[in-house]
């Protein structure tokens, strides 16, 4: 099993930004891909930005050019830059984790004021 754990959410005015982490614990050997999705009340949970263990990174549309993700594999933590929020950016945000049937944390709220 692997435990995800969150942190880094809170409150921002819009223009601001957050920067969430996410460090993985547990029984693995190593982790493919690791990233972060976001649900806002009453939507589905969708993917935000995704990065695979070799760099390589896949981002929703809306947020390409002002979100970054990273990670540190030696830490097995996923890092994710949010610059320039915005409404649309408030919401849950899960840190996963790609394994047998994949893993989630518990999310962290992101709250975007104006």
């Known amino acids: 099993q692997v435990q995800l754990v969150e942190s880094g959410g809170g409150f921002v005015q819009a223009g601001g930004s957050l920067r969430l982490s996410c460090a993985a614990s547990?029984?693995?050997?190593?982790?493919?891909?690791m990233g972060w999705y976001r649900q806002a009340p009453g939507k589905q949970r969708d993917l935000v930005a995704i990065?695979?263990?070799?760099?390589?990174?896949k981002y929703a549309d809306s947020v390409k050019g002002r979100f970054s993700v990273s990670r540190d594999n030696a830490k097995n933590t996923v890092y994710l830059q949010m610059n320039s929020l915005n409404g649309g950016e408030k919401g849950v945000y899960y840190c996963y984790a790609e394994g047998p049937g994949g893993f989630w944390g518990q999310g962290d709220q992101v709250t975007v004021s104006s």
């Open positions: 990065i695979g263990r070799g760099g390589n990174t």
């Open positions: 547990g029984s693995f050997f190593s982790i493919n891909i």
